[in-house]
C-alpha cells in the first residue's frame, strides 16, 4: 500500500454514460496528478493540482473533467468517452511541488473499458 | 518532446541472474527516476538519481547517471521471480513534469 487509494478498480461503461472516478490520498501532499496509461505508450500526464489548483491541462479533451476539492481527494469525471479512452488511469500524489525533487507515489490504478 | 526511453523493451532472465535494464533521454535533466510496475498495478518509486551523482545504491538496486551520454542504467542484482515487473524511468528538465518512458518488461523464472 503506498498511501493513495482508487475507486473503482475496474469501469465498463458505454459512450454515453457518465462516472466518476475517485482518488484518495492519505500522505498529507499537497500535489495531485492524473496519469492516463494505454497499451505499449509511454504514461501521458493529464492533470496536476497543486494545492487544489490545477496548474496542468495537458491538451486532454473536455470529456475529462477533473476536480480537486481538497488536497486529499482528487476526481475524474468522465462523459461521452470513445473506445480509445480505454486505459488504466492513475493517480499519483507528491508531496510538493515547490521541491522539484520529490517521488510520486501511485494508486493502483482504474482500469477503465469503453464499449 | 524529452523522453525516457527504456531499452531492451522485454528481458526474460533466470533467477539469480542480473539484470540490466537502459534508460536515455534527450535533453538536459535535473534528476531521474526508475519506477516499477507490477501487472495491472500502480507504479512504485524505486530510485532517484541526480544529475551531479554518477551512481547509487539501494538493496539489490544499483543506478548509474552519465549525463554526457544522457543515459542511466538500473541493474538489478541475484533476480527474484518477485522482481518480475516493468520497470520505468522518468525524467524531469526542471519543471515539475517527469516524462515517462515505455518501459522495460522484465520476466525472472524461476
Known amino acids: 500500500e503506498t498511501g493513495v487509494t482508487q475507486t473503482p478498480r475496474h469501469l465498463v461503461m458505454g459512450m454515453t454514460n457518465k462516472k466518476s472516478l475517485k482518488c484518495e490520498q492519505h500522505?498529507?501532499?499537497?500535489?495531485m496528478y492524473w496519469y492516463k496509461q494505454s497499451a505499449k505508450k509511454p504514461l501521458e500526464l493529464m492533470f496536476v493540482?497543486?494545492?487544489?489548483?490545477?496548474?496542468e491541462n495537458n491538451s486532454v479533451p473536455s470529456r475529462f473533467s477533473p476536480e480537486c476539492p481538497n488536497s486529499s481527494h482528487l476526481f475524474l469525471h468522465l462523459h461521452t468517452l470513445q473506445p480509445e479512452d480505454s486505459a488504466l488511469y492513475l493517480c499519483?500524489?507528491?508531496?510538493?511541488?515547490?521541491?522539484?525533487?520529490?517521488?510520486?507515489?501511485f494508486g493502483p490504478g482504474t482500469r477503465l473499458t469503453v464499449t | 518532446s524529452q523522453q525516457g526511453e527504456e531499452d531492451p523493451q522485454a528481458l526474460s532472465i533466470q533467477e539469480g541472474e542480473n539484470a540490466t535494464m537502459n534508460c536515455s533521454y534527450k535533453?538536459?535533466?535535473?534528476?531521474l527516476q526508475w519506477y516499477r510496475q507490477n501487472s495491472g498495478r500502480g507504479l512504485v518509486h524505486l530510485i532517484l538519481?541526480?544529475?551531479?551523482?554518477r551512481e547509487k545504491h539501494s538493496g539489490r538496486l544499483r543506478v548509474t547517471l552519465d549525463t554526457s551520454k544522457k543515459s542511466s542504467s538500473l541493474l538489478i542484482t541475484a533476480s527474484r521471480a518477485a522482481d518480475t515487473a516493468s520497470y520505468f524511468c522518468?525524467?524531469?528538465?526542471?519543471?515539475?513534469?517527469?516524462?515517462f518512458g515505455t518501459g522495460t518488461r522484465l520476466k525472472v523464472l524461476a
Open positions: 499519483a500524489s507528491s508531496q510538493d511541488l515547490m521541491d522539484r525533487v520529490w517521488e510520486q507515489y
Open positions: 500522505l498529507g501532499h499537497n500535489a
Open positions: 493540482y497543486s494545492l487544489e489548483e490545477r496548474v
Open positions: 535533453t538536459s535533466i535535473n534528476n
Open positions: 538519481i541526480r544529475s551531479n551523482e
Open positions: 522518468a525524467t524531469d528538465s526542471g519543471t515539475y513534469k517527469y516524462i
